[in-house]
């Protein structure tokens, strides 16, 4: 049994060869089962190494992505939910919008900022699905329209990232009343030719979709993301017929025209900024200079 004997004697790996991870600090692709460690995880802006996965992210990691410093300025950080109808289901809702800011952190579900984007001045606003699933009350309305408001005032591009269940069922038709307006809004940033860019995320639905997030100069999508307005079982339930494979996918939606493109979020930094060269009037030599590609701070070079 030769091969049980150890022929080599004082093998040792050395030191920069040796992987070391700490414990308890694992990521399982919930796609492909495949492991890997967070910090691995993290550097490719929490997607998949192996099958390209995009895991759900948040505002804070949006905005880490594509501001090219963190001294972005967040625009009416201090905005809260009130109570206007006195509802109760299992809770009161300012017990549930209290428990949400307690766990989350963030006072709503969408947080607005103003920031350098490759040197390129942006006004972001981005929805956070960990609080109360991405839902649409009052106060997710109001920044939206105020961050519209901001871009307008310093003729600025605006990009939504979208990530929601839909109206907030807490809220009712004060919910309701933010699609007519953050679409009134909409079309103000329009009427002065601001671009806007809506970047849809898994998932984005129900009145969320009906608005603003398919309203864009370009709608554009992460890859797999589900994009819709009802959920498939309602509109089978409705249509009495069998849905597509990867009905909702946001590539099924690219099929069937209504997305521009879809990016890979490792892409997603370099492609808006050059959409938005694309569309300013006139583009300055020292912004693409300047252009930096997020992942491993290597200085990319683009033509205009
Ligand atoms: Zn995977």
Known sequence: MAWFKRVEKGIVTPTEEKKETPDGLWYKCPECKRVTNTTEHKANLYTCV????????????????????????????DLSSSDPLEFVDTQPYPNRIAASQRKTHLKDAVRTAHG??????????????????GSMGSVVGEKIARAIDY?????????????????????AGYSLMQMAKTSAKLALLSEEKIPYIS????????????????????????????????????????????????????????DHGFLDFIVHRKELKQKLTQLLLMLQPEPTATTTEQMTTPVNGKVVQTAN
Do not use: W
């Open 50 to 77: 192996n099958c390209g996965h995009h895991e759900r992210i948040n505002s804070a990691e949006y905005f880490e992505i594509l501001f090219d410093t963190p001294d972005f300025q967040e625009l009416d950080a």
């Open 116 to 133: 350098k984007m490759n040197n390129l001045d942006l006004v972001v606003a981005c929805m956070d699905f960990s609080f109360i699933g």
């Open 151 to 171: 871009a307008r005032q310093h003729q600025i591009p605006f990009l939504m990232i979208s990530k929601s269940g839909g109206a907030r069922m807490m809220e």
């Open 199 to 254: 970047l849809l995320t898994d998932p984005t639905t129900g009145g969320v979709t009906a608005s603003f997030a398919m309203l864009g100069d370009f709608n554009i999508s992460e890859p797999g993301a589900l994009i819709g307005f009802a959920g498939p079982r309602v509109i089978k339930e409705t249509i009495g017929k069998d849905l597509p494979k990867d009905f909702q996918r946001a590539e099924f939606v690219l």
